[in-house]
C-alpha cells in the first residue's frame, strides 16, 4: 500500500502502466461477465437442476427421499392439476385473441392520420401498464363487487341485474380475464402503433396509384407487415399467461370451487401452504414443459410461413 | 355529402377512443376518491365520486395495521438498489459480449439466452431452500439477489452495446486508456438512453413484483408494497378505505414519474420491444 502511494506520488506514469497490466482487453471481458454469470448460476441455473432433482424426490422436513417417478404420476391423477391446466388455458385461449384485438383496433384508431392528440391517447392507453398487478386487482376486486360495486351499479342503467363476478366460476374467470384485459392492452397497442409507424408509407403510396380501396390496403399490407409484431406480442402474451398468479390470488384466491385456479398459483400451494416441495418441484417441470413446447409451436408456425 | 361523412366516421373514431380513455382512466380516478373515503362509504350507492375528508384518518389506521412508512421504505430501497446494482451488472456483461471476442462467450452467452426461456416459477422451490440454509428470509438480500442478474437486461444491453462504434474503443486504447476507464467515461455515456430504459424496466419489475417476496418475507416489517397489500386482503374485516390508501400510494409515484418521462418509460416497459 506505502510503495503504491510512493510510486503514484513520483511517477503518475507508473500508475497507469500498473493498472493496464491487471486489466488487459484479453482478461477485461471475464471481468465484465463475472458478476452476471456466477449470479446466474447460483440464482438460476444451480435451482433449475436442483428443482429437476426434487421433482423426483419426497421431501419430509429436512429429509428427502428419492420416490422416482411418484410425483408426476399423483399429478396427472390429480383432479385439482387438471382444472388448473384447463383454466389457464380457457383463460388464454378468451383473453389473449381478445386483448390483441382491441389493442390492433386501438393503435389502427390512432395511426389514421387524420387524428389530433395521439400523445395523449397514447399516454392514457399506457398507464394501466405501469400499475402494479397487486393493486390493479384490488381496485377491480371492489369495483366487481356484486352487490355495492360500481360495475354492477352501471350495468344497472342497461337494464342488467346484478352480475356475481367473483362469485361464481364462470364469472370468476370473465373477472381475471377482464382485469389481464384492461392491465396489457394498451401496453400491446404501443406495441403495434410502433409496427404500424415503421410501415413504409411508400407501400400505401403505392397501392393506393394501383387503386387498391383502404380496406384492400390493411390486408394486402398492414396485416403481413404487422406480422413479426404480432407474432412477438403472441408469444409473449402466451408466456404471461401460463404463468398467471396475481390476478387470481387477489381477485379470488383460486376460487369459487377452484374456477381460477391456475397452474403457479396450485405451485404456490402446494409449495408454500402444504410444503410439498417434491410435488411443487413436478408442477413446475410440467409448466417448463408447457411453456417449451407452447413457445416451439408458436414459433415453428411463425417461420413457416414467412 | 363525402365530406359529411368522412366527418362523421371521425367524430364515431374518437368517440370509440375516449370510451377506451375513459376505461383506462377510470380505475385509477375512483382508486383516488376511494382514498378519502371511510371504509363504508366506498360500497355506497349511488357510488360517491368525489373526494371525501377520510385521508388523515385512512392514513392513520394503514400506518397501525402495517407501519406503512418501513415497508414504503423497504420497496423503495429494494427497488432502487436492486436497478443500480442491476443495469451496472448487465451493462458489464452487454458490453463484453458485444464488443469482445473470448474463449467461451458462445457458450456463456447461450447459458444466458437458456434461462431467458425458462419460466421462474422453476426456481422458487430450490430458491427458497436456500434462503432457509443461508438464513436469509425477511432480508432485503433475499429480495435482490437471485434476479440480480437479468438475463433479459443483459440481452438488451448487449443489443445496444453493438451499435457503438469499434473506433472509438480503439482510439481511446490508443490514448493509454485502461479498460475500465474506457468502459466508464466511454461506452456508458453514449449507451445512456438504453441504460434508463433498462433501468425503468429492471425497477418496475421489482417494485410490482409479489410472489417470490411473497414467499420469502412473513414479518410485517419486512414486507413490500405487493406483500403488504395482499396481507390486508387476507384480514377477516377488509377496511376498504385504508386499502385504497395503500393501493394509491404505491401507484402514485409511479404514475408522476411515468408521466414525467413517458418515452423513456414506455420504451423501458416495453423491455425495448419499441425502439423510439
Known amino acids: 500500500m506505502e510503495q503504491t502511494e510512493k510510486v503514484v506520488n513520483t511517477k503518475p506514469n507508473f500508475r497507469v502502466k500498473s493498472r493496464k497490466s491487471l486489466l488487459t482487453p484479453k482478461n477485461v471481458p471475464y471481468v465484465f461477465i463475472a458478476p452476471a454469470v456466477l449470479l446466474i448460476l447460483i440464482f438460476t441455473v444451480y435451482p433449475v437442476i436442483f428443482s429437476f432433482i426434487l421433482s423426483f424426490q419426497e421431501v419430509r422436513g429436512v429429509e428427502k427421499s428419492f420416490v422416482g417417478f411418484a410425483n408426476y404420476t399423483r399429478l396427472f391423477q390429480d383432479p385439482v392439476f387438471y382444472k388448473s391446466l384447463l383454466n389457464t388455458f380457457q383463460i388464454l385461449i378468451v383473453q389473449v385473441p381478445i386483448m390483441l384485438f382491441l389493442s390492433l383496433l386501438i393503435a389502427v384508431g390512432l395511426h389514421s392520420s387524420m387524428l389530433k392528440g395521439k400523445a ?46 367473483l362469485t361464481t366460476p364462470f364469472w370468476a374467470k370473465v373477472s381475471v380475464i377482464l382485469v389481464m384485459t384492461w392491465r396489457w392492452t394498451g401496453y400491446n397497442m404501443v406495441i403495434f402503433l410502433a409496427g404500424l409507424q415503421n410501415i413504409p408509407s411508400e407501400l400505401y403510396e403505392a397501392a393506393s396509384i394501383d387503386g387498391a380501396s383502404k380496406v384492400k390496403q390493411f390486408f394486402m399490407i398492414t396485416i403481413p407487415q404487422l406480422k413479426p409484431v404480432f407474432i412477438f406480442t403472441v408469444v409473449m402474451s402466451t408466456i404471461g399467461t401460463l404463468q398467471l398468479f396475481d390476478e387470481p390470488f387477489i381477485l379470488t384466491q383460486g376460487g369459487p370451487n377452484n374456477a381460477t385456479m391456475t397452474i403457479t398459483l396450485y405451485l404456490y400451494e402446494a409449495g408454500f401452504k402444504f410444503f410439498d416441495f417434491g410435488y411443487a418441484s413436478a408442477i413446475a417441470y410440467v409448466l417448463v414443459i408447457i411453456t417449451a ?14 | 355529402m363525402i365530406h359529411s361523412k368522412k366527418l362523421s ?6 368517440c370509440l377512443l375516449i370510451a377506451g380513455v375513459v376505461i383506462s382512466i377510470a380505475p385509477f380516478y375512483w382508486m383516488l376518491v376511494g382514498s378519502t373515503l371511510p371504509s363504508g362509504e366506498i360500497f355506497r350507492l349511488p357510488p360517491k365520486l368525489l373526494p371525501g375528508d377520510y385521508l388523515a384518518q385512512n392514513l392513520q389506521s394503514l400506518n397501525e395495521s402495517l407501519g406503512f412508512a418501513k415497508i414504503f421504505w423497504n420497496s423503495l430501497f429494494i427497488a432502487l438498489v ?50 432457509v440454509t443461508f438464513n436469509w428470509l425477511n432480508t432485503y438480500q433475499a429480495i435482490i439477489l437471485p ?33 475500465l476507464k474506457i468502459f466508464f467515461t466511454v461506452i456508458l455515456p453514449v449507451t445512456r438512453p438504453a441504460m434508463a430504459a433498462v433501468a425503468i424496466f429492471l425497477f418496475m419489475s421489482q417494485w410490482n413484483s409479489l410472489l417470490w417476496p411473497l414467499i420469502t418475507l412473513n414479518s410485517k416489517e419486512m414486507f413490500t408494497l405487493p406483500v ?49
Open chain 2, 147 to 179: 434476479t440480480l442478474a437479468s438475463p433479459f437486461a443483459i440481452y438488451l444491453m448487449r443489443q445496444n452495446m453493438k451499435s457503438v462504434p469499434d473506433s472509438i474503443i480503439e482510439a481511446s486504447r490508443v490514448d493509454g486508456a485502461g479498460e
Open chain 1, 120 to 165: 395523449f391517447f397514447r399516454i392514457s392507453y399506457f398507464m394501466p401498464a405501469i400499475t402494479a398487478l397487486v393493486a390493479a386487482s384490488i381496485v377491480f376486486m371492489i369495483l366487481l363487487d356484486e352487490h355495492f360495486g360500481l360495475v354492477n351499479y352501471l350495468l344497472s342503467f342497461v337494464g342488467i341485474e346484478a352480475i356475481p363476478w
Open chain 2, 82 to 131: 436492486y436497478t443500480l446494482v442491476s443495469t451496472l451488472i448487465s451493462s458489464m456483461a452487454g458490453y463484453a459480449f458485444a464488443k469482445f471476442t473470448f474463449k467461451g462467450k458462445n457458450f456463456f452467452f447461450f447459458i444466458i439466452l437458456c434461462t431467458l426461456m425458462i419460466p421462474s416459477q422453476v426456481t422458487l422451490i430450490p430458491l427458497f431452500e436456500m434462503m
Open chain 2, 9 to 14: 366516421s371521425k367524430v364515431g373514431v374518437y
Open chain 2, 228 to 276: 403488504a397489500l395482499s396481507s390486508l386482503i387476507g384480514m377477516a374485516r377488509i377496511d376498504y378505505g385504508q386499502l385504497m390508501l395503500g393501493t394509491t400510494l404505491s401507484t402514485v409515484p409511479i404514475m408522476i414519474f411515468f408521466l414525467l418521462l413517458q418515452k423513456h418509460f414506455i420504451s423501458g416497459i416495453l423491455g425495448g420491444a419499441v425502439k423510439e
Open chain 1, 293 to 306: 413446447i407452447i413457445s416451439w409451436i408458436q414459433m415453428k408456425l411463425a417461420g413457416d410461413e414467412s
